[in-house]
């Protein structure tokens, strides 16, 4: 009788240490994907372009081979310069090749800014208007 009662208090503790276990896999597995989640924005701003490169020169590499360049400049920190084509709140267009989404809303551009030099991130290539796309855009000339 005494050996079944330990080893029914042997099977409780393994129960609960399983548990246990279970439980912190489970919350270490909680933490990691909110921190991956929720991780910090990167600053374009402060870092450093890993190419320069003119808006003729990467408009002809998207159009020669999109995968590729894309494989190469996707979330890659860039900078273009050219002329400006077209002037929208918070949008530049640089010489109807690049579409640049600017990270200060109210950064005002005037059509007499002829030669522009903008540093952001590659978030793609838009097949249907020939444009690459950049975010979070400074200006760099100005």
Known sequence: MRTIAINYLHLKLEIMRKRIIVLLVLLL?????????????????NEVAEYSISSNEIALMFFENATRSEQKLLNKTIEVSGAISEINVGEVTIDDKIFCQLSNKTLTLTKGDEHIKIKGRVIGYDDLLEQVKLDQCIILNQ
Do not use: E, L, W
């Open 29 to 45: 597995t909680v933490i990691v994907g909110y921190n991956y989640i929720y991780q910090d924005h990167r600053d374009i701003k």
